[in-house]
């Protein structure tokens, strides 16, 4: 009975009392809402992290992946959903593009959102599929600009990291290649392993286990050195002097959720990226562990769009 009378008194402890709310939060089931399909890079994330939150938090916590328009499907509904912290946002780069690619949104990235954290960010992989004759980075440019307009890269979708950094590969490369989105990075890969396609930027845990097996090539990373989980890979920017593009990840809720909820979130957000089981996962894949404050994740969402801005209107990337 003790230890009945213990364990009740510690999950009260834990619970957090909102002014206003019957119930501590968490008092039910809470949601995370990934932009993208099923298997791809930020559904690996998502639902490994909802795994340990859920442990933290003390509540069941699941994925739904709400599909479409580069991620404006997903931001749309959390934008509008209760600020009661059971709707939560898994948030990328289309937090910091979709202003600048579409003509009209009908969420704002600064005022409809509170941020809680970011959480892990990966380089991409330039690959390539084994039967193009490359080698290296600047074997792909040549090769590209013998044949303007032959080769075509695959996306998750018009605005994402993979179209943006192919953009900006094009761009600095002073090459010109054919950009083929798709509904999520997964069905793109496997576009590449059957030859339909001839190179990509993706972030690393997808491609990985074809490059292990052959079926992929791997040429470069998209980051300014080389990284510890791939020493031998070069970047692309010793090709291309200051490239430099990371795909990251990290959690909102809609702005006008309580105080108290984002402070209790965050706290348990810290011990989930600090737990053993899921740092080590996440650096197994090449990602790359982070825990910001609010404040830190709300300035470099900042500082991502206006870097994307830039490069958006010098491509003239658009998606409507």
């Given at each position: 009975?003790?230890?009945?009378?213990?364990?009740?008194?510690?999950?009260?402890?834990?619970?957090?009392?909102?002014?206003?709310?019957?119930?501590?939060?968490?008092?039910?089931?809470?949601?995370?809402?990934?932009?993208?399909?099923?298997?791809?890079?930020?559904?690996?994330?998502?639902?490994?992290?909802?795994?340990?939150?859920?442990?933290?938090?003390?509540?069941?916590?699941?994925?739904e992946n709400r599909v479409g328009a580069g991620g404006n499907v997903a931001a749309e509904y959390v934008a509008r959903s209760p600020a009661d912290g059971y709707t939560i946002l898994m948030g990328t780069l289309f937090l910091a593009t979709n202003q600048s690619l579409y003509s009209k949104l009908s969420w704002d990235p600064q005022k409809d959102f509170a941020p809680i954290?970011?959480?892990?960010?990966?380089?991409?992989?330039?690959?390539?599929?084994?039967?193009?004759?490359?080698?290296?980075?600047?074997?792909?440019?040549?090769?590209?600009k013998k044949r303007p307009g032959e080769l075509n890269f695959p996306s998750a979708g018009n605005g994402t990291s993979m179209h943006l950094s192919g953009e900006l590969f094009n761009m600095m490369a002073g090459i010109k290649t054919q950009h083929v989105p798709y509904k999520g990075s997964g069905p793109g890969v496997i576009d590449l392993v059957s030859g339909q396609l001839q190179f990509?930027?993706?972030?690393?845990?997808?491609?990985m286990a074809f490059i292990k097996d052959g079926r992929l090539r791997a040429l470069a990373?998209?980051?300014?050195?080389?990284?510890?989980?791939?020493?031998?890979l070069p970047p692309v920017a010793e090709a291309i002097p200051g490239y430099e593009t990371i795909t990251w990840q990290g959690f909102l809720v809609?702005?006008?959720?309580?105080?108290?909820?984002?402070?209790r979130l965050h706290g348990e957000f810290i011990k989930a990226v600090k737990d053993p089981e899921f740092a080590s996962r996440m650096r197994g894949m090449g990602l790359e562990i982070y825990g910001t404050t609010p404040a830190e994740f709300s300035q470099y969402i900042r500082d991502e769009s206006i870097k994307w801005t830039k490069v958006i209107k010098a491509t003239g990337a658009r998606v409507d």
């Open positions: 009975m003790l230890r009945v009378g213990t364990l009740i008194v510690g999950i009260l402890a834990a619970a957090t009392v909102v002014p206003g709310y019957a119930q501590p939060y968490p008092a039910k089931p809470v949601r995370l809402i990934n932009a993208f399909a099923p298997g791809g890079a930020s559904d690996v994330v998502a639902r490994s992290f909802a795994n340990k939150l859920t442990d933290y938090l003390g509540r069941q916590v699941t994925v954290s970011m959480v892990t960010a990966s380089p991409l992989i330039l690959c390539v599929h084994p039967s193009l004759p490359v080698k290296n980075t600047k074997e792909l440019i040549a090769l590209a990509m930027l993706n972030p690393m845990p997808e491609p990373t998209s980051t300014a050195k080389r990284i510890a989980a791939l020493p031998d809609p702005t006008g959720t309580p105080r108290e909820i984002v402070d």
